[in-house]
């Protein structure tokens, strides 16, 4: 086994990236990362009925969005290509011929309906169906037109070591013969995975501990290969936000790059995904892809299943929107708020930030709330008026404060605040800062009406007052 440590993430292309196999290419490049060692994408495409047109291309983007980078690919090349396994069909064969000639693979002689036959028997007799006990005695020579099973050679328990669960261990009923290439030419996955990860030298293998069902089966084909076999990090579920089972698409999993149309920042979900079911330790919970990689380590991984929390993501975006530049924020806030200028956008950027905890959330806010600021609204007299004040009274207390604001100073909010408050909690805050409110943007519920004189600026500001003013007189 190599001395550089080697890791691959190795998804199938069929249209879909769950959360749960970008949490694996994550762990997968944070291992190699950590130890200046090699990641490596590949794609497992032996399975034709299920692919999906342009997923490799898909699987790239997904990863490329989050920084998961790779040092050998189908992109790429590298030393090893190629990286999809259907265009690696010359290297199973070579290992399936070394398995017939050891006489540890044989062509599989039985039909679907004979097989339905053992199993049925297998359920009246009510025991477990092996398919190796109907191996044939005597083999024929494997011309590709049926399945090549692979015959285990030694029925016996199997104890191996997980870097995560510790020590495992199966009994022999986990052992059975089971099938190396299909009759299309295609390898199973069972088959083709042990070969690719000898063959690129893959020193650490993260998974799902829904492989840990076949590891006896890996590992029987490992020592019928003489192969050393890799380390094996079985990694903890993902679990739907009631907590009770696995995450899937009918409990709302969404594909990767959902999140990114939604305007979810790629570090956000990168620190999301890695805390599901890793933690490094201390209270630390905000963390960037740097501080992610040389942190992690394969002792702090969970056992237990992790609980996809949509509100703790939403927390974790807003807080690394938090951590960009306002330049940075400024840039997208204006990709999603064209129609503003610069000088509002600058003036309402911390509030802005502060309202939302996705980008995405913009496109809403853009249309609904903010649209008093490019122009006047069309403002309900009747609305301007307090309930427990009349038409008079929410005139005298526009016109005074206009009167503070002809000479203020609008260099910030707090400035303007400071001119204005002084007289709201003398006369009522409700019945001096609603009127001013609805007068400025024509709505209930905005953002503070300080905010909105600083955002339009001091003419803007004086003429809606007026405006309101002239109409309570009509």
Not at 201 to 226: C, N, Q, W
Not at 327 to 353: A, F, G, H
Request: proline letters at 5%; hydrophobic letters at 35%; aromatic letters at 10%.
């Amino acid at each position: 086994m190599s001395s550089q440590i080697v890791t691959r993430f190795a998804p199938s292309p069929t249209g879909f990236m769950h959360v749960g196999g970008v949490r694996t290419a994550l762990y997968a490049w944070a291992w190699a990362r950590k130890n200046n060692g090699k990641f490596i994408l590949r794609i497992e495409d032996t399975d034709k009925a299920r692919e999906v047109e342009g997923s490799i291309e898909h699987i790239m983007e997904s990863l490329k969005w989050l920084g998961i980078t790779w040092d050998e690919g189908p992109d790429i090349g590298g030393i090893n290509a190629p990286y999809i396994q259907s265009q690696r069909l010359e290297s199973y064969k070579k290992y399936a011929n070394i398995l017939i000639k050891k006489g540890l693979a044989y062509p599989d002689p039985y039909s679907e309906e004979e097989v339905t036959t053992f199993r049925k028997k297998a359920e009246e007799e009510k025991r477990a169906f092996l398919y190796r006990e109907y191996r044939p005695k005597v083999f024929d020579e494997w011309d590709g037109t049926k399945p090549l099973r692979f015959k285990v050679p030694n029925i016996k328990e199997y104890t191996w070591s997980d870097a995560v669960r510790g020590e495992m261990s199966a009994g022999v009923e986990a052992l059975d013969d089971f099938i190396l290439i299909k009759s299309d030419g295609y390898p199973t996955y069972n088959f083709a995975h042990i070969i690719d990860d000898y063959e690129m030298g893959v020193t650490h293998v993260m998974r799902a501990d829904e492989f840990i069902a076949s590891t006896p089966k890996f590992l029987s084909l490992y020592e019928a290969l003489d192969f050393v076999p890799p380390v094996l990090v079985t990694l903890p579920p993902i679990l739907g936000e009631e907590g009770n089972k696995k995450l899937g698409k009918r409990d709302g999993a969404k594909d990767i790059l959902e999140y990114k149309e939604e305007g979810y920042l790629p570090e956000a979900m990168l620190n999301f995904l890695a805390f599901l079911g890793w933690n490094p330790g201390g209270e630390k919970e905000i963390m960037t892809p740097k501080e992610i990689t040389e942190s992690f380590s394969l002792e702090k991984i969970h056992k237990a299943g992790a609980m996809f929390d949509e509100k703790k993501l939403l927390w974790m975006n807003k807080e690394h929107i938090r951590l960009q530049s306002s330049d940075t924020q400024l840039q997208t806030v204006k990709s999603y708020m064209k129609d503003y200028s610069d000088d509002i956008l600058n003036k309402l950027l911390p509030t802005i930030i502060d309202r939302i905890s996705t980008y995405g959330e913009l496109s809403s806010i853009e249309t609904s709330e903010f649209r008093f600021f490019l122009n006047r609204p069309k403002v309900d007299i009747e609305k301007v008026i307090c309930k427990d004040t009349g038409k008079d009274e929410a005139k005298k207390h526009l016109e005074a404060v206009k009167e503070i604001l002809k000479d203020a100073d609008f260099s910030s909010v707090d400035a303007i605040k400071k001119l204005i408050m002084p007289y709201a909690e003398e006369h009522g805050k409700g019945n001096v800062l609603w009127p001013l409110r609805m007068s400025l943007s024509g709505q209930e519920k905005s953002v503070d009406p300080f905010t909105i004189c600083y955002a339009l600026g001091k003419d803007e500001t004086i003429a809606r007052i007026d405006t309101v003013c002239n109409k309570i007189d009509s």
